[in-house]
């Protein structure tokens, strides 16, 4: 079965203390790995996107890792600020999608990110 | 913002009513999915929806349908409302291409639509 599973499933940091959030997936055929970021109630925002043949991406403070071979793939938050308070959702996307009852994206549940002053 | 709306943003409903839902899909994008997220979960897929017919559907049952018009809005009706339907329901959008030889085309999601049904 296609699965996503994120670790820990919960987070509470300082401000400006790095963390770092997990997620391990059996997805095939696999397509993209991508995390998002989603504030309570609103809809997830893309924060990265990566290929099999990357295995590394920043967008500002934040850097994923994905090790295809292992299929595992990290999100490393530098310097949090307390606007990073927010789930963090880790996507696979299927490469071809004939339907089924998953559609072609698979969802981790998430990390609950809590930054403290 | 994806430019993907939706709305309302909030509704509250009873037992046994019905509801319709509407997402209005980034400007060049023919595709539409719809997702139920209940708190502390991931979004879990309800169906997809390409040139105005379904394209896939998630284990949802017959009272959740769905529509997508020619400008490639969409609607998700529910029928029979039940205390376990209450969730926050994103629709996502997607570029031009045969899902069914989805590339990794990505999904831009909406701000979704709390709904809560006492």
């Not at chain 1, 090790?67 to 490469?95: F, N, P, W």
């Not at chain 2, 999915?33 to 502390?40: D, E, P, V």
């Amino acid at each position: 079965k296609n699965q996503v599973e994120q670790s820990p499933q919960s987070l509470i940091i300082l401000e400006g203390k790095n963390c770092t959030l997990q997620c391990n997936y059996t997805v095939s055929p696999f397509s993209n790995l991508r995390w998002y970021k989603q504030d309570t109630g609103r809809g997830p925002v893309s924060l990265t996107i990566m290929t099999f043949s990357e295995n590394t991406k920043s967008n500002g403070r934040y850097t994923a890792t994905l090790d295809a071979d292992t299929k595992q793939s990290s999100l490393h938050i530098t310097a949090s600020q307390l606007s990073d308070s927010a789930s963090y959702i880790c996507v696979v996307s299927r490469r071809f999608y004939y339907g089924g009852s998953q559609g072609n994206l698979i969802f981790g549940k998430g990390t609950k990110l809590s930054v403290k002053p | 913002e994806t430019g993907v709306t939706q709305s309302p943003t909030h509704l509250i409903k009873t037992r046994g009513q019905q509801v319709t839902l509407r997402c209005s899909s980034q400007s060049g994008h023919n595709t539409v999915s719809w997702y139920q997220q209940a708190l502390g979960q991931g979004p879990q897929f309800i169906f997809q929806y390409y040139r105005e017919e379904e394209n896939g559907r998630g284990n949802f049952p017959p009272r959740f349908s769905g529509l997508q018009f020619p400008n490639y809005s969409s609607e998700l009706n529910v029928n029979a409302l039940e205390l376990d339907d209450s969730a926050l329901y994103l629709c996502a959008s997607s570029r031009p291409g045969r899902v069914r030889h989805n590339r990794g085309n990505e999904q831009f999601f909406g701000p979704g639509t709390r709904l809560t049904v006492l």
